[in-house]
């Protein structure tokens, strides 16, 4: 006579069913980092009530917040890559401020994405296990270049330049998306000395302003000779 199933037993999901999961988990700590102002607000039982999970669920797909979170950083560098990539099929001739605005608007247009560059450098790199920071670097460079390559054929700035300029958004992206989304002490202290408000920076305007300074600053100090 079979014995009665345990009542803790749960079927094993298939593959394609974890993949659903884990899926649903990022789009929820996406969704919530949109609400709430940033992935600095994100919780483990928010994302896991979000998604329809109990909060020991996220366990099987993930091992902490942060290598959740790491996983959203990897999925921003794919959209970027792909979205730039989609944006210049067949594209020629782009001029160094074309290259520029291409850069600004593609990656403005994916705002958590821009937040968690900042903590993935700060942190989230550093809290996973050493296995799991490998493939993020890999993903990232391999986007990166793709990124880098994709341009080279699109425009008139030689590889080294779009190397350089490619590299310059990364940091700025980051930074002046924190500049431009400030904590709700940091937003209330704006309004009370509205001097020290130019922090807030409209952020895709400026990130703009600065990588069209920025390429047509390489044209002038970065020669093709020297970049390759």
Not at 92 to 119: K, M, N, Q
Not at 193 to 211: E, I, Y
């Amino acid at each position: 006579m079979l014995a009665p199933p345990s009542q803790h037993w749960r079927p094993t999901p298939s593959a394609g069913d974890k993949a659903q999961r884990s899926k649903d988990l990022l789009d929820a700590a996406e969704e919530l980092a949109l609400e709430l102002g940033g992935v600095r607000f994100v919780t483990v039982a928010g994302v896991t009530e979000r998604a329809g999970l109990h909060r020991t669920g996220v366990r099987r797909y993930y091992a902490s917040k942060e290598e959740l979170l790491l996983e959203l950083a990897e999925r921003g560098w794919t959209r970027w890559r792909d979205t730039i990539s989609s944006r210049l099929v067949e594209q020629t001739g782009l001029g160094p401020s074309d290259v520029a605005s291409l850069l600004a608007e593609t990656i403005a247009s994916l705002p958590v994405f821009c937040d968690l560059l900042t903590h993935a450098a700060m942190s989230l790199e550093g809290d996973v296990d050493i296995e799991r920071a490998r493939r993020y670097k890999t993903q990232a460079f391999a986007a990166h270049d793709r990124i880098v390559e994709t341009l080279d054929r699109a425009s008139v700035m030689s590889h080294g330049q779009l190397k350089a300029l490619v590299g310059a958004t990364l940091p700025l992206a980051s930074g002046l998306w924190q500049a431009a989304h400030p904590t709700p002490v940091l937003a209330e202290l704006y309004e009370q000395v509205p001097a020290w408000g130019h922090l807030a920076l409209d952020f895709k305007a400026h990130l703009t302003l600065l990588l069209r300074a920025m390429a047509a600053g390489l044209i002038e100090t970065l020669p093709v000779s020297e970049t390759g």
